[in-house]
């Protein structure tokens, strides 16, 4: 076995004990969870997002588990989707059927900025109206997008910024350790790039690291470049982009998809391992052709978004299993003590949860990659 690979195994067992530590501190002395109503008035919750993207559901999901864990919710068991990102449908069940004394999920409360969906109430002005008039006892806010849309002074309605990939990058927050807004909250991962990128070089070993996204500087904060361009420069390895330009990625979806396959087709040829980076622009269904060029040329990937992407051809990425368990309870405790009167500025806002991997073992055996026996014993997820 050799001195980088029990470095990755060295280093995922440090980062679970920290992890749960850090937890276990933050639960008894910060967060006031225990379910309770205003004068025995229902919560009343809102909901938006700035585009549509394959982690939202699971994360509100993991939410709404994470409720029902700590009594705000009764338990029951959640519906399943034909589509993967159909948040809009989790909510009008959560409204329509969950069982609860102290939450109210507002059914006509759901909005969606992106402008694929113009029967929807997707306007920012309509709902920052309505917050203004105090309709509502907290906002979610799904994705970068929607947390630059809500951390502003337009509203003082409590507001979390959920799944947005650099809350700190992206301007939706101030710093670490405080928002810069009293109604507002986003969760940090400070270090989970830095961890995924670390693991992969430890696990790997490379010389050149590939990556694609496009030229803006919202996209910028998607792929979290910052961390990248930090690890390479501790590691030793060069950073090699392709950019789709700003034009391209509005083109339609057929236009793009042949420019990121490009991207992809030239990468192949001159780097050692590829980083896949977050982008709602490509649905999963594409991934395995646009990942050809790399199974062709035998190189390593990494999902920087996580198991979805592994099991549809990405050799490694973080098992959402245990992602979401950690990050459902998160959430769901700066909600409850939200909605217990605790400023979500007052709250902590980073997270660090345990690098767990999920691997695909078809891809490894066509690349013929020796996957270490260290790595498929913590593996959290196996395809």
């Known amino acids: 076995m050799s001195k980088s690979r029990w470095s990755a195994i060295a280093f995922i067992i440090v980062s679970i004990f920290l992890c749960v530590s850090e937890q276990e ?33 699971s994360t509100l999901q993991g939410l709404v588990q994470g409720l029902m864990k700590y009594g705000w919710i009764e338990k029951t068991p959640l519906p399943t989707f034909a589509n993967a990102t159909d948040t809009h449908s989790m909510w009008l069940w959560l409204a329509k059927n969950i069982k609860s004394d102290y939450l109210e999920f507002v059914q006509d409360a759901y909005y969606d900025m992106s402008l694929e969906k113009q029967s929807l109430p997707s306007t920012e002005q309509e709902m920052i109206q309505r917050l203004k008039m105090n309709h509502f006892d907290l906002i979610i806010a799904m994705g970068t997008l929607a947390g630059q849309a809500l951390a502003n002074n337009l509203h003082s309605t409590p507001t979390m910024v959920m799944s947005a990939s650099d809350p700190l990058g992206a301007g939706i927050v101030k710093g670490i350790r405080d928002s810069g807004y009293d109604h507002v909250h986003a969760k940090l991962e400070p270090q989970k790039y830095s961890k ?12 050149k690291l590939g ?17 990248v361009e930090a690890v390479a420069e501790k590691k030793g390895f060069q950073v090699v982009p392709c950019l789709i330009k700003p034009e391209d990625a509005k083109q339609g ?22 980083y ?55 959430y769901a405790k700066t909600m409850a ?29 066509r690349i013929d990659f020796e996957v270490p026996l260290e790595i498929l014993s913590i593996a959290g997820s196996i395809y």
């Open 337 to 365: 003590s939200i909605l217990n009167g605790i400023s979500p500025r007052a709250l902590p806002m980073v997270l660090e949860k345990p690098l767990t991997p999920a691997i695909n073992l078809t891809t490894a055996h």
């Open 196 to 207: 995924q990128i670390e693991f992969f070089y430890d696990t790997v070993v490379f010389e």
């Open 211 to 227: 990556l694609v996204y496009n030229d803006t500087p919202i996209d910028r904060s998607y792929a979290g470049i910052t961390f």
């Open 253 to 274: 979806e057929s236009h793009y998809l042949k420019k990121v396959f490009e991207c992809h087709q030239k990468l192949a040829r001159t780097i050692d391992a590829f």
């Open 25 to 57: 501190t933050s639960a008894n002395e910060i967060y006031e969870i225990l379910p309770r109503t205003e004068s025995g008035i229902k919560r009343r919750v809102a909901y938006c997002q700035g585009t549509s993207y394959k982690d939202y559901l």
């Open 276 to 330: 896949l980076t977050v982008n709602p622009q490509i649905k999963l269904s594409k991934l395995p052709k646009l990942l050809t060029p790399f199974f062709e040329a035998k190189i390593p990937t990494y999902s920087q978004s996580g198991e979805d992407d592994v099991a549809r051809g990405i050799l490694l990425g973080t098992s959402n299993r245990s992602n979401n368990i950690y990050t459902g309870w998160f």
